[in-house]
């Protein structure tokens, strides 16, 4: 079993006509799809009824040609890609999530991880709540449900329901009226909403998928706001804002988002190429070549060569077409199943010195499948940098690094794990590297709890991961 797991990435639309929903949402979510592989879904309103596909899969297995042709049209959407977190991968955890009410019907997709949903539940399953699903965003969902039934609006019900939340969130929400946003007070994770020439508004956890759907960027939502899109217009609900201080996950910037997205005003390939020049700083090494792990080390590997004045040169070529089916976890065919992913380029490495990029390592399995790789494609040195500090915390807010039992930083050294993984030399960027990174200082703005234990919320003692599944699933 793999325990770090990406997250998830939430996409919205609000039309003031009805138009072809279904396009728009297939290339938002689709250049969403780094953010989540596991299962994607979709939910259209057209003329007060809510159609939905939702299943486990790509984007592209998912929606497929007659997926899409039956969703049709509307006026709103929300979409979902998404990599579990709480919850295990099964059709009933797949997001949105829908519930069809004569009173109320409310659709909601979610990114980030609820702390205190294990808590939230119980108290609901007491007052009568009747839970699907085993995953956290079905609680919030039916906490808007129970506080439905005293306000005037969904957004009422919203804040009400923000009271009770603790953790991350960046939500879309909609009725058959309306479009809600959220993004929970510390802003954990990205939201941004921007507008297409045709007047469609659209909501997005990165800027790639307004970019996707030609859509102009307007802004980033601030952390705790609310804004709700409706036949009246844009309305920014900002009660919650300024009540936490803010604290995005930094590990954004290090690897989630897409290099071509820009987050809270900094773009992610620039925050990269930054990393890469501050390790060329501190760690210089002579070298023939630098060159990056596909994706997230490459731009912090042209960082480092551009600093180093160390010529960067493509390592690896990706495979992008390995069927998922074939995937197995055993320990054998995933060596195989990388061997399959990366190659080495063979001009590039035989005989070299090489300065290795990536963006983090977390249990080292991926670092020394590399090194073997590089190694047998004749390397004379693997001097390796890594964009990001040691992992030495659980994450609570939507990474599943879960255990420090599989974090190799916590129980060796540097030179420890230099040994353990095959390298020359290794270099992790230090938590002043992560301030030049993010521009910023003390990290002021940011989390950065896996790498230096201060959470920035309570974390209750019985969080548990998988702490629904474990009760329901085994
Ligand atoms: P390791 O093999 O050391 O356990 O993991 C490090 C590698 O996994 C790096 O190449 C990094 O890009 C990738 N990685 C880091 N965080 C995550 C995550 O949350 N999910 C997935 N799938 N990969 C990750
Ligand atoms: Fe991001 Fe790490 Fe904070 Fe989790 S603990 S939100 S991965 S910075
Ligand atoms: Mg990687």
Redesign the pocket.
Known sequence: M??????CGVFGVFSPTSISMSSLAYFGLSSLQHRGQESCGVVINENDCFKSCKNTGLVNEVLTPQALQDLGNGDICIGHVR?CTTGGNHIQNAQPILINRIAHSLALAHNGNIVNAYELRKKLELEGSIFHSTNDTEVIAHLIIKNQLSSSSLQDALQKSAQSLNGAYSLVLMDHSQLIAMRDPHGFRPLCYGQTSRGEYIIASETSALDAVEANFIRDILPGEIVVFDKQGVHSIQTFCNQKPKTTCS?EYI??ARADSSLDGQSIHLARMRAGEFLAKTYPVEADIVIG?PD??IDAAIGYARASNIPYGVGFIKNRYIARTFISPTQEERIEKLRLKLNPILPNIKGKKIILI???????????RLVKLLRGAGAKEIHMRVSSPPFLNPCFYG???DSKE?L?ACAHSVSQIEKLLGLDSLGYLTLEGMDYMLQTKGLQGYCSACFTGNYPTPIPNNTKKNQFENKEQK
């Not at 793999?2 to 997250?7: A, L, T, V």
């Not at 990536?358 to 020394?368: A, E, Y």
Request: aromatic share 18%; glycine share 6%.
């Open positions: 793999r325990h770090i797991k990406e997250e990599y590990f690897y989630f792990v997230s080390g990536d963006d983090s390592i977390v249990r080292g399995n991926t670092t020394k990474t599943d690094i599989y190799i």
